[in-house]
């Protein structure tokens, strides 16, 4: 298939490792910030491919795992009300609220409906004039030009009975957090290649300059995952600290300028909570006050709900890059995708979930 | 002006465009339900004498028996519908044991207000799979559900068929050596349908692979009479398959991620989706377990059949590590193939 095949091409990649090889001379700790580039580097097994030398860690960059118990609860709590068709991207629904979680609800008949597209949302509401159609809208910078349309949309058509549960994250701010933070290990990173496709990277370069760090903004397949492995490789060796493009087939320094437009007439920005993280200044986007008739949070008054995560799960440092999956004694026996104990373990593209979709739980043959 | 003080006296309807609680009753309208949908559609001279059971002749030596219920969303699909399913769908299970199938029963749980055109569209396309896959519908039933008990229609099919004399074929029967063949692309019905649930918007030209394998599984048996296993992998795909296969022999299994075969739109939609195809339902493809010194002939007589013709090898049976199956990447790494749990869900981006 064109455009994908070229970019897990067994020659080409083969070529890179090697590339890797004879460029690496010390152990370098590289971050890839975004959980599809963890699932694609553990489904493909490139960890394994590349030189010990060069150790991953993964990053915070799932929208889903990052989505803070409170909101889950929130989402819960609305989609509970007989009024409320609830909708979501499919895998939000699994992730355990500390009051269960939505696909659970479902089951007990609540109308918790997929979507793919946050725009059949609109379609459903019109559809449902008496019902509330409320949408989960998370996700980076990636997915927010789409929701902000949505609630463009919906207040320049009347659609009055459709609001938005939003928990937008934003990857600037984490990035600069775990630098921040004393126990970082991570000397270099692979850039999130779709949340840039919008923003652009600019937002990097002063974070490369500030802390000294690589920052090579990265796709998805296995051969932009070794090609930005190798980037990001030849900086540290050199010395060299900047925000470069390894996704230049997608986007540009600047970004989607629309979308950015789009994006910051509906939202704003606001601190936010990140699940096994905490709280991270500006980290967030929220609905700006023309859009707020249009926030589920103000519509149906959910309160702040207190909750705890498991005391066992190290979902925190894993986010973080402090810790690795397999570093969790839970990992893969009491915590598992069927019974997940936190964060990492609820989303295919949670660090956790993705070790052990590809059986990292179990001992590998050699 | 009325003869009677209550008008004209109303005859009972009789011509109903939806299934009513009363074609469940047994009375009326089940009778007239069974000979303007069903009779026409599966009649043969075991059904026509509507009696509580069908007595069928069988000649002697093992018979395969099974049954399995079909309900689907929607109902009409590109590529075939919940009749095409629920006959197929149970001539593969018999098939899967090498049997020759001969005889099905149909169950039907039809929802309150069902259009009967529907129905008899379904009965029509049991009609057409049976006839294809040289079966006959011998026995039946049919129940009505109130209104939101259901889901329109839920089929129940079981079968039996004839196995050949020295055919053995069983999933702990796979053994270190064995070459796994796969006899076509994979996911193309799982992707049917999700792609014509509307609220995915992803259009409609992927269809599903629905078809019976008795024929194909008759031509391999004619390749190699000792083929070790066979299964469909319906729900769950290939992954759930090659898993179930390795615990029940206790062996390992390898497959190389390059061989597995792909329509281009099902990967494309797999690829938006989040989906890997290796864990999409099929329900026209089977896995074969075939001992290394026959795999060349039974791949060739899988090529040779219009169901086979994308037929590959996938891997291979090993005794490290039992019970697991390895997949190798086609950049050249390996990941161990973990069970699926659950439902397939769209991931956000």
């Known amino acids: 298939m064109k455009f994908l095949d070229e970019y897990r091409d067994a020659r080409l990649a083969r070529g890179l490792v090697e590339e890797l090889r004879r460029t690496v001379t010390r152990p370098w700790v590289v971050m890839e910030v975004c959980g599809g580039q963890t699932h694609s580097i553990v489904r493909h097994g490139l960890d394994r491919l590349i030189p010990s030398h060069v150790e991953l860690v993964h990053g915070p960059g799932c929208p889903v795992c990052v989505t803070s118990l409170e909101t889950i609860d929130k989402a819960h709590a609305i989609a509970s009300r007989d009024d409320v068709i609830f909708c979501s991207f499919g895998d939000m629904l699994r992730v355990p609220g500390s009051r269960g979680d939505l696909l659970t609800l479902k089951g007990r008949g609540a109308d918790v409906r997929v979507v793919y597209a946050p725009f059949d949302c609109l379609r459903i509401a019109r559809d449902n004039p008496a019902r509330q159609v409320v949408f989960f809208g998370i996700g980076f910078e990636t997915t927010a030009p789409a929701n902000a349309l949505v609630v463009q949309r919906a207040k320049l058509e009347g659609v009055t009975n459709f609001s938005m549960l939003v928990s937008h994250v934003l990857v600037p701010p984490a990035i600069s957090a775990i630098l921040e933070s004393p126990e970082n290990r991570v000397q270099a990173f692979l850039g999130p290649g779709h949340v840039c496709a919008v923003m652009g990277y600019t937002e990097y370069e002063p974070i490369a300059a500030r802390y000294r760090v690589p920052i090579v903004v990265t796709g998805f397949e296995p051969v932009d995952l070794l090609q930005g492995i190798l980037m990001a490789v030849r900086q540290l060796e050199a010395g060299r600290h900047e925000a470069e493009n390894q996704y230049g087939r997608v986007l540009s320094r600047e970004g989607n300028a629309p979308a950015q437009e789009l994006i910051h007439a509906v939202f704003e920005v606001c601190d936010r909570k990140w699940r096994g993280v905490g709280t991270i200044p500006a980290s967030g986007y929220r609905l700006r006050k023309e859009y707020r008739d249009h926030d589920a949070e103000l519509r149906f008054e959910v309160a702040e709900i207190a909750t705890s995560e498991s005391p066992v799960c190290i979902s925190g440092p894993i986010l973080r890059g402090a810790k690795r999956p397999t570093d969790c004694p839970a990992f893969g026996t009491e915590c598992t995708p069927q019974r997940p104990l936190g964060a990492t373990m609820v989303s295919a593209e949670g660090a956790c979930a993705a070790y052990y979709a590809s059986g990292r739980h179990l001992v590998l043959p050699a | ?349």
């Open chain 2, 1 to 349: 002006m009325s003869s009677t003080p209550f008008g004209d006296c109303p005859l009972p309807i009789l011509d109903h465009k939806q299934i009513l609680l009363g074609h469940g009753s047994g009375g009326t309208l089940t009778s007239q339900l069974i000979e303007s949908v069903f009779l026409p559609a599966f009649g043969n001279p075991v059904l026509d004498r509507l009696d509580d059971q069908a007595v069928v002749e069988l000649p002697g030596g093992r018979v395969a028996f099974t049954t399995d219920s079909f309900v689907v969303t929607p109902l009409f699909f590109p590529g075939g519908d919940i009749g095409h399913l629920a006959v197929n769908g149970t001539v593969n299970d018999l098939a899967m044991s090498g049997a020759r199938p001969l005889y099905l029963s149909a169950g039907f749980i039809l929802e309150e207000g069902l259009a009967i055109d529907d129905l008899r569209r379904i009965a029509l396309s049991m009609r057409d799979a049976a006839r294809a896959a040289g079966v006959q519908i011998v026995t039946g039933d049919t129940k009505v559900v109130g209104k939101g008990s259901g889901d329109q229609v839920f089929i129940n099919t079981s079968g039996i068929g004839l196995v050949p004399p020295g055919v053995l074929v069983s999933a702990d029967r796979a053994q270190p050596g064995d070459a796994v063949l796969l006899s076509g692309t994979v996911g193309d019905h799982g992707m049917a349908i999700m792609a014509s649930r509307e609220s995915l918007g992803l259009g409609g030209t992927i269809a599903s692979d629905t078809a019976p394998l008795h024929e194909l599984v008759a031509c391999m048996l004619d390749a190699c009479r000792d083929l070790h296993v066979l299964r469909d992998p319906t729900r769950g795909g290939v992954a759930a398959t090659l898993h179930e296969i390795a615990g029940r022999s206790g062996v390992g299994i390898e497959i190389d991620e390059g061989a597995v075969p792909v329509r281009d739109d099902v990967r494309g939609a797999c690829e938006i989706l989040g989906f890997d195809p290796l864990y999409v339902a099929n329900e026209g493809k089977l896995v074969a377990f075939v001992p290394a010194a026959g795999a060349d002939v039974v791949l060739a007589a899988l090529r040779a059949h219009p169901l086979g013709r994308d037929a590959v090898r996938l891997g291979r049976v090993t005794d490290e590590h039992p019970r697991h199956v390895v997949l190798r990447t086609a950049v050249g790494g390996s990941r161990i193939l973990e069970r699926p749990y659950g439902e397939l869900l769209p991931r956000i981006c």
